[in-house]
Each structure stands twice: as structure tokens, then as C-alpha cells.
């Protein structure tokens, strides 16, 4: 049977893209592989894309040179876990509090993973999660 290597690519779908590309460049410093007026791709971790789409704004399938992108979106506040190094959740904390960032929630895990949870600006719920999570991580 074909297996599956992992999840390249998340996607949220936000109210102002610039005002969501501003939070996830200037609050989580990541970087755009990517930006036009219908999305912005970002790279987390030089493994994994997180793709911010206007709400709305890909109803329509998308033709391109070298094929078709079909309609999807979503709605309500969404969740995204993010993984970071254990030593490097007071620097996260930090930064947080800093960008004037409320800290929501904090979970310490069975396996001894710690996560914090904070909202960007279009109310998705965001995790910062350290290793000890999940059985794989």
C-alpha cells in the first residue's frame, strides 16, 4: 500500500491577509515563500508550508498553466500546532507577552511535552508545542 510522508502544506483562511501575513511574519518570524492577492505561502521549519488564503477568496477553481486548482475554504477559528525545542518556550513566552500576545492556555503532557495556546488575529487557535506532545514527537 502507498504511504503518506507527511503534511506538506496547512491552510487557514483569514479576514484581512495582510493584516494575518503582518502577525505570522513580525510575531512568529516566518518567512513567505510566496504572496499574491489571493494567498501567501510560509515556510515553517524549511519542511512545511502554511498557506494564509483570504476567507472567500478561492470559491473559484483556479486555472493555470499547468493545471487546475479546485474550490475549497473554511470558516470558524481553526487550530495549529506548531512544534519548537523545549529550551526555547520561555524565548516563545517572551516574544508573546512582547507582541502583547495573551497566553489562553497551557498544558503539560504525559510524556512531559508542554504546549501554550494563544489566538492570531482572525481567532485561530495556535499552538506552541514542545517534544513529549505525541508518542511520535
Not at 31 to 57: E, H, I, T
Not at 78 to 103: M, S, V
Request: hydrophobic fraction near 40%.
Amino acid at each position: 500500500m502507498p504511504q503518506l510522508d507527511a503534511v506538506l502544506e496547512t491552510a487557514l483562511y483569514v479576514d484581512d491577509l495582510d493584516r494575518a501575513v503582518r502577525f505570522y511574519s513580525d510575531v512568529l518570524d516566518l518567512k513567505p515563500l510566496y504572496q499574491d492577492s489571493r494567498l501567501c505561502a510560509f515556510s515553517v521549519g524549511g519542511r512545511n508550508v502554511l498557506l494564509l488564503f483570504p476567507r472567500g477568496g478561492s470559491l473559484e477553481t483556479v486555472h493555470m498553466p499547468g493545471g487546475t486548482i479546485p474550490p475549497h475554504d473554511g470558516a470558524g477559528p481553526l487550530h495549529i500546532a506548531f512544534a519548537i525545542a523545549k529550551d526555547e518556550l520561555p524565548a516563545w513566552e517572551e516574544r508573546l507577552t512582547n507582541n502583547h500576545i495573551a497566553i489562553e492556555g497551557r498544558t503539560n503532557w504525559k510524556r512531559g511535552g508542554e504546549s501554550i495556546y494563544f489566538r492570531d488575529p482572525d481567532d485561530h487557535l495556535l499552538e506552541l508545542a514542545t517534544p513529549g506532545l505525541w508518542a511520535i514527537y
